[in-house]
């Protein structure tokens, strides 16, 4: 007889998963130090905000293996600047990512090892390769949460040192206001 064994779940419209052991990790805004480029405004902040929670299923690590999880980035600003992941190169820096966008509105910043920066627009169903050598972060831009589902190797580990002076470009309503411009002007 064949066996058959019941797959873990992802709900697509907000991202939960669910049928085997999780692990979660949630990123407040006292943790985002130096992040936000508006000092004062994250200052003003209530430290104990959470920012963003990440839910991936605890699944065997080593060369070959991949993980998978969600990002559930709640909406909102400090100062000007839309909500955002902390944003990273994989330590193994060749090592790539596929994020699959659940709901809400937002934007994958990626930025190569020149320092090129581009944005793609996170919706539901948008399907984002990441390269290797590629440092990546989500905004959200909308009013509701952005939930994104990612794929990636469990060897390419995460550098948060390399970007610490921050991507080479910010998102605020006015990136938004010029990217509309751009879009009209073709
Ligand atoms: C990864 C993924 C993704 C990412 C989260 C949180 O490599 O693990 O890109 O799960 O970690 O979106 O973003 P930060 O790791 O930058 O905080
Ligand atoms: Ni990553």
Same mark, same amino acid.
């Given at each position: 007889?064949?066996?058959?064994?019941?797959?873990?779940?992802?709900?697509?419209?907000?991202?939960?998963?669910?049928?085997?052991?999780?692990?979660?990790?949630?990123?407040?805004?006292?943790?985002?130090?130096?992040?936000?480029?508006?000092?004062?405004?994250?200052?003003?902040?209530?430290?104990?905000?959470?920012?963003?929670?990440?839910?991936?299923?605890?699944?065997?690590?080593?060369? @070959? *293996?991949? %993980?998978? +999880?969600?990002?559930?980035?709640?909406?909102?600003?400090?100062?000007?600047?839309?909500?955002? =992941? &902390?944003?990273?190169?994989?330590?193994?820096?060749?090592? @790539? *990512?596929? %994020?699959? +966008?659940?709901?809400?509105?937002?934007?994958?910043?990626?930025?190569?090892?020149?320092?090129? =920066? &581009?944005?793609?627009?996170?919706?539901?169903?948008?399907?984002?390769?990441?390269?290797?050598?590629?440092?990546?972060?989500?905004?959200?831009?909308?009013?509701?949460?952005?939930?994104?589902?990612?794929?990636?190797?469990?060897?390419?580990?995460?550098?948060?040192?390399?970007?610490?002076?921050?991507?080479?470009?910010?998102?605020?309503?006015?990136?938004?206001?010029?990217?509309?411009?751009?879009?009209?002007?073709?």
């Amino acid at each position: 007889n064949p066996s058959i064994t019941m797959p873990p779940q992802v709900a697509w419209a907000s991202g939960a998963l669910s049928g085997a052991p999780l692990i979660q990790k949630t990123t407040h805004l006292g943790d985002l130090n130096n992040v936000f480029a508006d000092d004062d405004a994250w200052r003003c902040c209530d430290p104990t905000l959470a920012v963003y929670r990440v839910d991936m299923f605890d699944t065997p690590s080593g060369e @070959g *293996e991949l %993980y998978t +999880g969600v990002t559930h980035l709640n909406p909102g600003r400090v100062g000007n600047e839309f909500f955002m =992941t &902390r944003g990273h190169f994989h330590a193994r820096r060749e090592q @790539g *990512e596929i %994020y699959f +966008g659940l709901r809400g509105e937002g934007l994958l910043l990626l930025q190569d090892a020149q320092g090129q =920066t &581009r944005l793609e627009p996170v919706r539901p169903g948008s399907v984002h390769h990441i390269a290797g050598f590629t440092a990546h972060r989500l905004i959200n831009i909308g009013s509701d949460m952005l939930s994104a589902l990612a794929v990636w190797p469990s060897v390419a580990g995460h550098d948060y040192t390399a970007l610490s002076g921050g991507f080479a470009l910010r998102v605020t309503a006015d990136t938004l206001k010029l990217m509309a411009k751009e879009v009209q002007n073709g």
